[in-house]
């Protein structure tokens, strides 16, 4: 069990900087963490980097949170989504002894504030009521990590995590009672879960429960002490020479673009095949955000399958056009050369 430190005051902001681009995964403008530390402490997690001691030796249990949210959240737009992903897991066990979280998830409610959570933890089903109002009242989305179905491995890859399998009967279930719910394949671990089996079988379960959408992205390796750790996550799952990476990393803390691009196919391509939505559909986040906001995800999304499929240059265009209206642009010039365009102006004319 990891030590709790009750933390009362902090002079920092909860919420994190508008965000200079919007977040295509979560769909988010801002991020917020709750607890700082994370009993859970899956060894492949970026946030073992943000400290010098263990993940999940210690707990920091911010008791004043959802106060300070709640004077923050005055100076936010109700279009723009927070999104609970950063640094741990809100649901993690110390959540049941001081429900930090939940009045969390109160606080955004009372506002009307759209909303995406990220966790492995079937707790979250006790909330499952303020999730149906926040979605009521503005957007409310929750989604699950999912890195195999093996549970053998899993159990090596996230530790004290829930199985896959669990996960996956949590999603349904807030799904049954009318939350949307997606899967984050995040990582995906070149020589880990990465095989076509693993792939599928992933995607197979993820259409058998019944999500909305799935997103992806590749392990990054940000420097020297978390290739370390990698280097510790495949002693433990296999015998791979630590050179196998070189070839699909070049030097560099993100996968080569040619490793991504066959992976994206291949991924894409069962979702197509499964009917399984590879970012958040239009259809959830339509009318429910900022105009520019959900102009500019609509646009970051079909860049996505642009790229996939091979159209560069209207990947260019939309990935361009997603920025500057994002920024406020709500004329930019080269949106007549989208396809898309009819709807994009639909959507910016709703904010007029």
């Not at 409310?140 to 899993?154: E, K, N, R, S, Y």
């Amino acid at each position: 069990m990891a030590n709790y430190l009750r933390d009362f005051t902090s002079e920092a902001p909860v919420l994190s900087a508008r965000r200079p681009t919007i977040n295509e995964f979560f769909l988010s403008a801002y991020t917020l963490s709750i607890y700082t530390g994370c009993e859970i402490g899956c060894p492949y997690c970026d946030s073992w980097l943000f400290g010098d001691r263990p993940l999940n030796e210690t707990v920091r249990i911010p008791l004043d949170l959802p106060q300070r949210l709640s004077a923050e959240l005055k100076a936010v737009d109700r279009g723009d989504l927070i999104a609970i992903t950063a640094l741990s897991d809100p649901y993690q066990p110390a959540e049941q002894i001081y429900g930090v979280t939940r009045q969390t998830l109160q606080v955004i409610a009372d506002h009307k504030q759209p909303c995406l959570l990220l966790t492995k933890s079937a707790s979250v089903l006790e909330d499952v009521s303020l999730f149906q109002r926040i979605n009521e009242g503005s957007l409310g989305i929750v989604m699950t990590t999912l890195l195999t179905m093996d549970p053998h491995l899993a159990e090596k890859l996230e530790g004290k995590a829930p199985p896959p399998a669990m996960r996956l009967e949590m999603l349904t279930e807030l799904k049954r009672a009318g939350v949307p719910v997606g899967v984050a394949l995040l990582p995906i671990m070149p020589y880990v879960n990465d095989t076509q089996s693993t792939l599928r079988a992933i995607l197979r379960a993820c259409a058998t429960a019944g999500v909305d959408f799935v997103v992806w992205d590749y392990l990054h390796i940000s420097n020297e002490r978390h290739r370390s750790r990698v280097n510790e996550i495949l002693a433990r799952v296999g015998t791979f020479p630590h050179s196998y990476y070189r070839d699909i990393y070049q030097g560099q803390s993100t996968v080569s673009p040619d490793y991504r691009h066959d992976r994206d196919v291949e991924l894409m391509n069962r979702c197509d095949g499964l009917n399984l939505e590879p970012r958040v559909p239009h259809r959830i986040y339509a009318g429910k955000l900022r105009p520019t906001n959900e102009a500019a995800l609509l646009l970051r999304h079909s860049a996505f399958r642009d790229r996939v499929q091979g159209r560069d240059r209207v990947a260019s265009i939309h990935r361009n056009l997603a920025e500057q209206i994002y920024a406020g642009d709500t004329r930019p010039a080269g949106l007549r050369e989208s396809p898309i365009a009819s709807t994009i102006r639909e959507i910016l004319d709703r904010g007029q």
